[in-house]
């Protein structure tokens, strides 16, 4: 089974062509950092525009790649929702021209499946379920028990910003530039995380919800009340340095308590996965890493190909339904409505005090 | 020859097949917004009941702008990425002339013609047409009470289609030619958009990738300092 996955939700365009045995046979994600970079952030207007610039280009060259024919797919899969909604109504509306072309079946999928699944790809190292899930990414932050596919339950999730919005609005605010991650994380290194006393939102309260508005607020209050003049290199590298500490900090406890939640309901928890963008920094990995150990929990990141967005997670999950459930029950219709919000857990009840976007 | 054509560019979405000189299938729905989730099944309806695989056109045929921006990636992702599954080529036509193209002949001014649409914002999107399938100028976005001395001495009738065209009836109330709303529709028609693409394309034409034409740039302002505390 080859299944053709497309990726627009966000900042990255991306096209996937994936085997049922987990082999990608061709991939391509093309940034947009160089379009957002002036802005400080992601917009969603240049981010539509530059997605339908090079998306049919993008799966061309991918379907190229793989040595594949549009005939010999099983499917087209697309990210429906959650997201920026023009970048997903462009990979929604191609995945759906093709499949008319072709006579495919159209498959929807859940972005956060997608990050959800990812840890089964690579045949390897697939993991089985359950596991506990930690997406951390610039447009989400949850905490989810992944039971099967289409099974998900959302333990936790952020009240207001993402964590990885925090990086990047620490990095504007000190002038580190975007995307803030990579830059907040290097700054860092070199610094004194105990010198700025910063809070450590929701850590020790019931649950397993996130908030990192305040967080990045008291960064800002934080960097106002320096001396006047350019910040100093050594303020900047003790502002991150807190900042990131602080963040390390608020997810191994939410972790905990989400770990201590799924215990309650599994007799065992295969892994501990952690997606998304944020992954990728060493500091908060081993942060994660030794609650991990204490647990007794393998930490699983997937490589960083896989944890940030991608398109073969996508088809990944396409496959994992059509497996689970058939290519008729795994197919959605023609008239798919792209979908801006799509909770995957949606009998989750909502945050105490979480935002409409929450 | 047989031509997919289809619009979402701004109130409505259509589809329609032509065949050797004649519409042979064809979908058209008023909507404001939705053309997301009516197009992809339109477009297998109108190949399904002509009995065509999508391998079989000869071209496919899009409205580029201007219009609403999300409507009009709708038809162009659609219609780039048919293009591509079924190896097909595809040809852009921009929404001011497939309007112009749906006025008929009878109804034509004697002068000429000004497409006017609604851009949701203070200004609207315009085009001017000396003659049927002649454009005299690009598109633009243009505030109305510009729009008298954008069109400048032009002698004759000026007949308004579009569905901005009340708006600029009264923007050019002032001007010395007979200036009246002509009795057509105001929203683009894939009907149209097939018989401008059979006019003006020719088995083996070149037909780069057909773009947007937004007319605007994106909304989004730059932050002060680049957003820096401290500059």
């Known amino acids: 089974m ?44 240049v981010a539509a525009r ?50 008319v072309a072709q006579k495919l079946p159209f498959i929807a999928i859940n972005h956060l499946e997608g990050h959800a699944l990812s840890a089964r790809l690579e045949a390897t190292n697939r993991v089985e379920f359950p596991y506990l899930l930690l997406l951390v990414s610039g447009g989400h932050c949850q905490l989810l028990s992944v039971e099967g596919p289409g099974h998900y339950k959302r333990l936790g999730t952020t009240i207001d910003d993402a964590l990885g919005e925090a990086f990047d609005k620490t990095a504007k605010m000190l002038g580190l530039g975007y995307p803030g991650g990579p830059a907040v994380e290097a700054a860092a290194k070199h610094g004194e995380a105990s010198r700025f006393a910063l809070p450590r939102p929701m850590k020790g309260r019931p649950g397993c919800d996130f908030s990192f508005s305040g967080l990045k607020t008291a960064v800002r209050h934080a960097a106002m009340a320096l001396p006047e003049g ?50 990728a920094n060493q500091s908060i990995r081993q942060r994660l890493q030794k609650l991990a150990d204490k647990q007794a929990i393998p930490l699983v990141a997937p490589p960083a190909s896989l944890c940030t967005d991608n398109a073969a997670m996508i088809a990944w999950a396409a496959i994992e339904r059509i497996t689970a459930s058939g290519p008729g029950a795994a197919e959605d219709g023609l008239d798919f409505r792209p979908r801006p919000r799509w909770p995957l857990d949606p009998d989750a009840p909502s945050a105490a005090f979480a935002g409409a976007k929450a | 020859m047989r031509i997919l054509a289809m619009d979402t560019s701004t109130s409505a979405c259509s589809v329609a097949l032509w065949c050797d000189g004649a519409i042979v299938s064809y979908r058209l729905s008023e909507m404001s917004r939705g053309q997301a989730e009516a197009l992809a099944p339109m477009i297998a309806a109108v190949l399904d009941e002509a009995g065509l695989n999508a391998s079989a056109l000869d071209l496919l045929a899009v409205t580029v702008g201007p219009g609403a921006f999300t409507g009009l990636r709708i038809g162009l992702a659609t219609a780039r990425a048919l293009a591509l599954a079924a190896d097909v080529p595809c040809l852009g036509l921009s929404t001011t002339e497939v309007i112009a193209q749906g006025v008929d002949e009878n109804a034509w001014p004697d002068g000429c013609l000004l497409v006017a649409l609604d851009s949701k914002r203070s200004d609207i999107y315009v085009q001017m047409f000396s003659k049927p399938g002649q454009a005299a100028g690009e598109p633009q976005a243009i505030e109305p009470e510009k729009l008298g001395q954008w069109l400048g001495d032009v002698s004759g009738h000026i007949g308004v289609v579009g569905d901005a065209g009340a708006v600029a009836l009264v923007a050019l109330s002032e001007k010395a030619n007979d200036v009246f709303a002509v009795d057509a529709s105001g929203v683009p028609d894939a009907r149209a958009v097939a018989a401008l693409a059979a006019q003006r394309w020719n088995v083996g034409d070149p037909t780069p990738s057909p ?21």
């Open chain 2, 211 to 231: 773009t947007p034409l937004y007319l605007r740039p994106p909304d989004a302002k730059l932050p002060r300092d680049g957003g820096r505390l401290r500059p």
């Open chain 1, 50 to 99: 530059a997605h339908l610039e090079h998306i049919d280009r993008l799966v061309g060259e991918t379907m190229s790649k793989a040595g594949t024919g549009f005939d010999q797919l099983e499917a087209v899969a697309a990210t429906g929702g959650p997201g920026l909604i023009g970048g997903v109504i462009v990979g929604v509306m191609t995945a759906k021209a093709i499949a």
């Open chain 1, 230 to 279: 350019p910040f100093e290199e050594r303020d900047i590298a003790d502002l991150c340095a807190g900042f990131q500490a602080a963040a390390g900090d608020v997810l191994a406890d939410r972790t905990a308590h989400a770990i201590d939640r799924f215990l309650q309901e599994h007799d065992k928890c295969n892994a501990l996965v952690i997606a998304g963008g944020v992954a």
């Open chain 1, 2 to 45: 080859i299944v053709l996955g497309i990726e627009t939700s966000c900042d990255e365009t991306a096209a996937a062509v994936v085997t049922d045995t987990g082999e990608i046979l061709a991939e391509t994600v093309l940034s947009q950092l160089d379009e957002h970079r002036p802005y400080g952030g992601v917009v969603p207007e």
